[in-house]
Protein backbone atom coordinates (compact mmCIF):
# COMPACT_ATOMS: atom_id res chain seq x y z
CA UNK A 1 0.00 0.00 0.00
CA UNK A 2 1.17 3.55 -0.88
CA UNK A 3 0.32 6.90 -0.48
CA UNK A 4 -0.20 9.30 -3.26
CA UNK A 5 0.03 13.21 -2.44
CA UNK A 6 -0.07 15.99 -4.85
CA UNK A 7 0.55 19.64 -4.06
CA UNK A 8 -2.14 21.43 -5.11
CA UNK A 9 -0.11 25.08 -5.62
CA UNK A 10 2.42 23.14 -7.85
CA UNK A 11 0.28 21.42 -9.99
CA UNK A 12 -0.54 23.89 -13.25
CA UNK A 13 -2.94 21.21 -15.32
CA UNK A 14 -0.67 19.74 -17.15
CA UNK A 15 -2.54 16.71 -17.27
CA UNK A 16 0.13 13.89 -18.23
CA UNK A 17 -0.36 12.22 -15.09
CA UNK A 18 -4.20 11.59 -15.86
CA UNK A 19 -3.29 10.73 -19.45
CA UNK A 20 -0.68 8.41 -18.76
CA UNK A 21 -1.99 6.67 -15.67
CA UNK A 22 -6.07 7.09 -15.55
CA UNK A 23 -6.42 4.33 -13.00
CA UNK A 24 -4.90 6.40 -10.28
CA UNK A 25 -5.35 10.29 -11.46
CA UNK A 26 -8.29 11.90 -12.44
CA UNK A 27 -9.01 15.71 -13.52
CA UNK A 28 -10.70 18.06 -11.92
CA UNK A 29 -13.14 20.21 -13.98
CA UNK A 30 -10.33 22.73 -14.27
CA UNK A 31 -7.77 20.19 -15.65
CA UNK A 32 -5.59 19.95 -12.35
CA UNK A 33 -5.18 17.13 -10.31
CA UNK A 34 -7.09 14.85 -8.82
CA UNK A 35 -6.75 11.57 -6.84
CA UNK A 36 -9.82 10.46 -5.75
CA UNK A 37 -8.25 6.88 -3.64
CA UNK A 38 -5.11 8.43 -2.35
CA UNK A 39 -4.73 5.17 -0.93
CA UNK A 40 -3.30 3.09 -3.84
CA UNK A 41 -2.76 -0.90 -3.59
CA UNK A 42 0.67 -2.58 -4.87
CA UNK A 43 -1.25 -3.43 -7.86
CA UNK A 44 -1.75 0.29 -8.95
CA UNK A 45 1.83 1.46 -7.34
CA UNK A 46 3.84 1.16 -10.71
CA UNK A 47 1.14 3.30 -12.33
CA UNK A 48 1.34 6.01 -9.49
CA UNK A 49 4.73 6.06 -9.82
CA UNK A 50 4.42 6.36 -13.56
CA UNK A 51 2.20 9.52 -12.58
CA UNK A 52 5.14 11.15 -10.20
CA UNK A 53 8.23 11.06 -12.74
CA UNK A 54 5.55 12.23 -15.22
CA UNK A 55 4.46 15.44 -13.37
CA UNK A 56 7.04 18.11 -14.86
CA UNK A 57 6.16 20.40 -11.76
CA UNK A 58 6.75 17.76 -9.12
CA UNK A 59 3.41 17.94 -7.76
CA UNK A 60 2.82 14.42 -7.07
CA UNK A 61 4.20 12.27 -4.18
CA UNK A 62 4.29 8.29 -3.87
CA UNK A 63 5.14 7.41 -0.17
CA UNK A 64 5.89 3.72 0.16
FE1 LIG B 1 -0.89 18.62 -12.33
FE2 LIG B 1 1.40 17.54 -12.84
FE3 LIG B 1 -0.76 16.21 -13.31
S1 LIG B 1 0.91 19.68 -13.11
S2 LIG B 1 -2.30 17.74 -13.80
S3 LIG B 1 -0.04 16.87 -11.31
S4 LIG B 1 1.05 16.24 -14.59
Not at 4 to 17: I, N, Q
Not at 26 to 38: E, I, N
Amino acid sequence: MARVRVDEELCTGHGRCYALAPTVYDADDTGHCLVPKPEVPDALLEQAKLGESSCPEGAITVEE
